[in-house]
């Protein structure tokens, strides 16, 4: 099955930890992206990348990080520089301005 | 003012009934999405367009480049509808960089 995983769903952090969500695509997606949606809000990029070994700022990417050495993975990083990273955090990918097909999400707690 | 303005931001429909979700952005776009995410998070594309009209069922999404305005209409609403209904505008050469509007609550009660 084609699809796009997250890992873990629920994760809970005490602060000042770093911590690492998972994205995995078998779609042969050239594109990801990272989104955070916050209550009441509209989703908000964090970071997105085109192709292997390159990705770009979002709008909202000062307090994170990522990394895309393979095609179907990239990770995102929230660090301890993020003021409040409670939220939940959407995986998706793409072939490049198409349409996006997005992970199930993971929901960050800071305790 | 948001990039990406939609309207209602909530609605509450008797099944059968006809619905109009509408949004309007206010900056140039590669093509607009139309979305659905699910109660318990998980989100659905339903239609990226850049001109005219698309179809896929019961769904029809509609954009008026000049008017910067799209429309998305549920026709014979279902309870299995409910829920909500995001708009995004693609900006940038590919169109990847997308900007969302706080989406649509959607109910639709049997």
């Known amino acids: 099955d084609g699809g796009i995983t997250q890992s873990p769903k629920y994760l809970f952090r005490k602060e000042g930890q770093n911590v690492t969500l998972s994205c995995e695509q078998n779609l042969n997606h050239d594109a990801m992206y990272w989104y955070r949606q916050d209550p009441g809000q509209g989703l908000r990029l964090i970071y997105y990348?085109?192709?292997?070994?390159?990705?770009q700022k979002g709008d909202i990417a000062e307090g994170y990080s990522v990394s895309r050495e393979k095609k179907e993975s990239f990770p995102l990083t929230v660090t301890s520089a993020q003021k409040n990273p409670t939220a939940f955090y959407l995986c998706?990918?793409?072939?490049?301005?198409?349409?996006?097909?997005f992970g199930p999400g993971t929901r960050l707690t800071v305790l | 003012k948001n990039e990406v303005e939609q309207s209602p931001q909530n609605l509450t429909a008797q099944e059968g009934e006809f619905i109009t979700i509408n949004c309007s952005y206010s900056v140039g776009i590669s093509a607009l999405h139309w979305l659905q995410q699910h109660p318990g998070g998980g989100i659905v594309s339903l239609f990226m367009l850049s001109s005219g009209k698309k179809k896929h069922g019961r769904l029809i999404a509609t954009i008026n480049i000049q008017e910067k305005h799209s429309s998305l209409h549920i026709t014979a609403s279902h309870p299995r509808d409910s829920a909500v209904y995001i708009c995004?505008?693609?900006?940038?050469?590919?169109?990847?960089?997308?900007?969302f509007g706080e989406g649509t609550q959607l109910t639709v009660n049997p």
């Open positions: 995004a505008v693609g900006v940038g050469g590919s169109g990847s960089r997308l900007t």
């Open positions: 998706a990918s793409s072939t490049p301005g198409r349409l996006q097909f």
């Open positions: 990348s085109q192709i292997v070994n390159d990705f």
